[in-house]
């Protein structure tokens, strides 16, 4: 029979041998595989949401591709001149005068430059209302930022403008490159040298539902003309308009038609008038085309503007588009 210290060695041995296998599964396999399988759990999460960024950007570039296609040149000096000779043949064709356009050095922003130029012009608040019409009707990235109006002394009609506008260079390489990633260069053709041209931005404030494609512009324009018509700047100017003076004070039958009058303040004179003659006080100008019992409705433009009795002719109520063809 083996001896007792043989047995010890031999357990001793048994047992050195089972704790270095144990050591060497976990340290040498165990361990290491439950890293790896960590690491490859990391590695596929950052995959997942690199997939997810990358599906995000794809999704909101091509949802907002159009901003690439109305920005300025992607060259500073052509963004700058053809932008400032776009402003000058804007401002010719408002009918404005003594025009100036100075630009500034443009401002470095995240997603390209920022251009700043300020305008100096000279005209009428028509004008400038076929300005800013035609302005925010253009698909350029611009806007208006601050607008200073300022009469001119012995002309009611003429003020002085002085405007400047902020337009938007974006880096197109950005969507240049995200075009590329996805192999889409023939499906896309950026402005890279030129101002977008052959199509508008509509951001009016209102669209009429009946305008048709031939008649649209100039429909929606027509709306805004109340503008001018109005005479915001009367203070300014100076003076009176006829027409706060000018009240509706009857309406009554005469010869077997309905007849409206129309008493003036300022020189206690009256204007008479029945349906579908014209109505001119001061800056208002418009036609008598609907009589009611104690009201009128009066057709301004392609406005028609309600008025009640006791009132003032700039005190009467731009009626809804809808309301056009029915009585009220």
Do not use: C, K
């Not at 997942?48 to 960024?53: L, S, T, V």
């Amino acid at each position: 029979m083996p001896s007792r210290n043989i047995i010890l060695i031999v357990g001793l041995a048994l047992f050195l041998v089972g704790y270095v296998f144990h050591w060497a599964y976990h340290s040498l396999y165990l361990e290491p595989r439950e890293r790896l399988n960590s690491e490859i759990a990391t590695l596929t999460q950052q995959i997942e949401a690199g997939r997810g960024n990358l599906a995000a950007m794809t999704e909101f570039n091509m949802q907002n591709r159009g901003f690439f296609y109305r920005t300025l040149p992607q060259t500073q000096n052509d963004a700058r001149s053809q932008y400032s000779f776009w402003l000058l043949e804007l401002l010719l064709y408002s009918g404005l005068e003594d025009n100036h356009i100075d630009d500034r050095a443009p401002g470095r922003t995240p997603s390209g430059w920022n251009f700043q130029f300020n305008i100096q012009s000279t005209g009428s608040l028509e004008q400038l209302s076929y300005f800013l019409f035609e302005f925010y009707y253009a698909p350029f990235l611009h806007r208006i930022t601050s607008m200073i109006l300022t009469p001119i002394d012995g002309n009611a009609e003429q003020l002085r403008f002085s405007m400047t506008v902020n337009a938007l260079g974006l880096d197109l390489n950005l969507f240049q490159g995200m075009v590329e990633a996805l192999g889409l260069q023939d499906q896309f053709f950026l402005p890279w040298n030129q101002l977008p041209t052959g199509w508008t931005v509509p951001r009016l404030a209102y669209m009429p539902q009946t305008a048709t494609h031939e008649n649209f512009t100039e429909q929606q324009f027509a709306l805004y003309q109340v503008i001018a018509n109005r005479n915001l700047l009367q203070t300014a100017r100076g003076g009176i308009d006829r027409a706060d003076f000018t009240f509706l004070t009857a309406i009554l039958e005469r010869d077997g038609q309905t007849e409206v009058w129309f008493t003036v303040r300022t020189d206690d004179s009256r204007i008479t008038a029945r349906l579908g003659d014209p109505v001119q006080s001061g800056s208002f100008s418009g036609r008598l085309v609907e009589i009611l019992d104690q009201d009128i409705v009066l057709e301004r433009g392609n406005e028609r503007w309600l008025l009640t009795a006791g009132e003032s002719l700039n005190q009467a109520f731009a009626l809804p588009p809808e309301t056009a063809g029915r009585r009220e």
